[in-house]
């Protein structure tokens, strides 16, 4: 079986913007091509890893490969880069952050003088990549040209992963790790890495059309309610297993998708627990909507401080939602 943390170290290093999924797609590709009949990408960028069955029902799984960042709008006079955001990016998560663009040019993220740190937005900040005017920045610096957060994933006491882009490149890694031991099964089965999740499940849309699955379970991270304070109350959390959607803002999981996943999982004594997610979609609320409609549910891997530069999951968790991938896949309703 595949090395979570080793997989997630290595597709967390791979540049992949919403849009620009290139070169996490031809990772994974590699990675799924032996336990696949056939890989393909379509024209939005999504990878399909198709694995052939007895054609009962198509079971579509969908991880999105792509990441948020930030995009470069304006370069002034004295090097220093203006940017907005490619998918959901706070003042308060990425001031002083560490970033990287796709020719490896690294800045770091800071604030305007002028501006109120308790009340800026992302208008007021700027990369500064050590260039000592706009000519020379522009040279490695273009605009349009997009950063992604530059931090390693390691391991952490309790049987933690700390790792930029958890979401959702961990849930990809669920997904690869799930297809190496899946046994034949009566349903034909679409491993779908999806791209432009971030803008507004892009990537789904498209692959769930091609595709037109029977059934259609979205892997992605959600939050932990576990942190101090944390508001809404939220009852999922790390170490409680694999999450089975019921709700967040962009789909509510047809219940008997949701009774089809508690179900395996308690068959095969998988810890879960329940998930809704009041901000924030998944790829499950496009295919679910997908031509005549998909039934759609997600399994979700709690996560710490989402769209942060880091972010933090627990291993029994990823493992626990590798197992109810597995037995998801034979799905018979
Ligand atoms: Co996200
Ligand atoms: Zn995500």
Known sequence: MLNIFETQQKLAAAFGPSGQENEVAGMIAEIAKPFADEVYTDRLGNLVAYKKGGGEASVMFSAHMDSIGLIVTHIDENGFLWFSQVGGLAVWRIYGSVVRFGNGTRGVVFINGKANPKEAKLSDLYIDIG??????ARETVSV?????FDQPAFLMSGNCLASPYLDDRIACVVLLAAMQEIPKTANDLYFVFSSQEELGLRGAKTAAYGIAPTYGIAVDVTTSGDIPDHKPKM???LHGGAAVKIMDASVICHPRVVKWLEDAADREGIPRQREILQAGGTDAGAIQVARAGVYAGAI??????????VEICALDDVEACVKLVRASCAISL
Not at 144 to 148: H, I, L, M, S
């Open 300 to 309: 979700s891997i709690p996560t710490r401080y989402i769209h942060n530069p």
């Open 235 to 237: 009852e999922c959390r």
């Open 131 to 136: 260039a000592p005017d706009g000519k020379t």
């Open 144 to 148: 349009g040209d997009v950063a992604v």
